[in-house]
């Protein structure tokens, strides 16, 4: 990054913990800047960091940088399964052959994510008496 591109460590801070997955109020707060305001000025303030040309080149080329990685790995992945499928052809290996054309088939999205049912009726009382147990042994 130029000299004059270079944030401060509470912008950096920012930009980590948005990267992280927070919102931009909890980004905000992680950096350290002011919490004593209430929600709303405090969402403000955070857009007003975001805003920064520099804090927006940096978020931007980072989050530039993490998917090319994810598309050189997903790359990489790819070609070598088809190198596996094609040295299991050679050696009559078709469980090897069977298994990386599968794999092929789930990087390239052709098969739909398996669904899984999850009960979700539980009672407030079995939560509550779940978390006394869990602060008890915390």
Not at 57 to 74: D, F, P, S, T
Not at 87 to 114: C, F, T, V
Request: glycine share 6%; net charge positive; no cysteine.
């Amino acid at each position: 990054m130029a000299r004059g591109n270079k944030l401060t460590l509470k912008q950096e801070m920012f930009v980590q913990s948005l990267l992280a997955g927070n919102t931009k109020r909890k980004a905000y707060e992680d950096a350290g800047y002011s919490m004593n305001m209430d929600e709303i000025k405090t969402d403000i303030a955070a857009q007003k960091v975001f805003n920064n040309p520099k804090v927006q080149l940096r978020y931007n080329n980072l989050i530039n940088e993490h998917k090319e990685k994810a598309m050189w790995g997903r790359e990489r992945a790819f070609k070598e399964l088809l190198e596996l499928i094609s040295d299991s052809k050679k050696d009559g290996n078709y469980n090897g052959r069977l298994g990386a054309i599968k794999e092929l088939n789930s990087l390239d999205d052709l098969y739909p994510k398996e669904k899984k049912e999850v009960d979700l009726k539980v009672s407030s009382s079995d939560v509550f008496s779940k978390l006394k147990g869990a602060l008890k042994d915390g």
